[in-house]
């Protein structure tokens, strides 16, 4: 292609927003042409991140409007929640396309969202426009939209886990318990007790029980595939590691399933998607084996003596959880092959 697709990232100072950009230098298609930060604008961006140096050579931008329209195409919002609940209407008035990769879009009902994580929620009119992009499920919205809701971290790891149960009817919705576990780098770069050094290092500790505001967009997601209501018990660990997402699921089937029955289920639902993994039997995944790549691998292990279905999902939140999804998205959005800049062997050891 001759001209390349502008991008601008806003949010840029932080976790996501600089994996953006270690995923965008890398893409034959797009050319990244405004890095923001509404906290450092006009300091060079390698300032912050000094690996960065001689390879992003842009000062930081501010948060202009006019700016960005007159530089880019599409908009990655890598910003904390609340934030894009005014910029996406102004940038998507402007006439761009917009990728937010915070939860302020992700939720269709605006109470819901106001519940869970205690902001004011964005217009109803916004809310209907932005398409929820959970590629591998939901990927068929996303050709020729001009907003995507990327989802979350923990529900990427989660749904991907539940969703072809889900979308057959064998489990009970209102049993689920999800046991998930993150390394620190999902906390964001901002300074607080819980990520000091001295608190996490050789700690383990759950938080935001039966309060974590992704508990609803998973709910949402898995209600929608199997046309009905699911109401899950969800608890979230922090874990003394950079990255990673564990997600352990607990659900009991419906009705007797052998193993193969439920092995040949996972392996014909995601056929053909490249991001999921489904392990062998009697394998399970750690989250070292997909560091730093846009994959999700799934292991499951069924307890006849119960019923009962255990599936492990694993998930680099910084990428699939977050930044290579955003991508993934994008490359749907435009008609690229959804793998474009994406094919990166996880990192290991």
């Known amino acids: 292609m001759s001209t390349k697709l502008r991008a601008a990232i806003v949010g840029s100072t932080g976790y996501g927003g600089v994996e953006l950009i270690r995923f965008l230098l890398a893409h034959p298609y797009v050319e990244i042409t405004s890095v923001i930060s509404s906290s450092a604008s006009g300091a060079p961006i390698a300032d912050g991140y000094p690996h960065l140096n001689q390879i992003v050579t842009e000062r930081l931008d501010g948060i202009d409007i006019e700016l960005i329209r007159g530089k880019a195409d599409v908009v990655f919002l890598a910003t904390p929640h609340g934030v894009s609940i005014d910029l996406s209407p102004k940038l998507l008035d402007a006439g761009l396309k917009v990728i937010d990769l915070s939860g302020d879009f992700r939720l269709k009902d605006g109470q819901v969202y106001e519940q869970w994580y205690k902001h004011k929620p964005a217009e109803a009119s916004y809310l209907d426009r932005a398409v929820y992009g959970l590629c591998e499920l939901f990927g068929a919205d996303v050709p020729g939209a001009q907003f995507i809701s990327n989802p979350g971290c923990y529900p990427t790891a989660t749904i991907l886990g539940l969703a072809p149960l889900a979308a057959k009817r064998w489990i009970d919705l209102k049993s689920v318990i999800v046991d998930a576990k993150s390394g620190v780098s999902g906390a964001g770069r901002g300074l607080s007790q819980v990520v000091h050094y001295a608190e996490i290092n050789e700690n383990f500790l759950a938080y935001k029980v039966n309060r974590h505001q992704h508990t609803p967009e998973i709910e949402q997601a898995i209600g929608r595939l199997a046309g009905e209501e699911a109401t899950i018990t969800f608890t979230t660990h922090l874990v003394p590691m950079t990255r990673g997402i564990m997600s352990?699921?607990?659900?009991?089937?419906?009705?007797?399933?052998?193993?193969?029955?439920?092995?040949?289920?996972?392996?014909?639902?995601?056929?053909?998607?490249?991001?999921?993994?489904?392990?062998?039997?009697?394998?399970?995944?750690?989250?070292?084996?997909?560091?730093?790549?846009?994959?999700?691998?799934?292991?499951?292990?069924?307890?006849?003596?119960?019923?009962?279905?255990?599936?492990?999902?694993?998930?680099?939140?910084?990428?699939?959880?977050?930044?290579?999804?955003?991508?993934?998205?994008?490359?749907?959005?435009?008609?690229?092959?959804?793998?474009?800049?994406?094919?990166?062997?996880?990192?290991?050891?």
């Open 248 to 349: 352990t699921i607990y659900v009991n089937l419906k009705q007797a399933r052998s193993e193969d029955e439920i092995f040949d289920l996972f392996r014909s639902y995601y056929e053909g998607r490249s991001f999921v993994r489904i392990r062998d039997k009697g394998k399970y995944p750690g989250t070292k084996e997909v560091f730093g790549s846009n994959y999700c691998d799934i292991g499951l292990s069924l307890d006849s003596r119960t019923g009962r279905l255990t599936i492990i999902s694993v998930i680099d939140n910084m990428v699939k959880g977050a930044a290579g999804q955003a991508i993934q998205n994008l490359n749907l959005m435009m008609g690229w092959d959804e793998t474009t800049g994406l094919t990166f062997t996880p990192v290991y050891p």
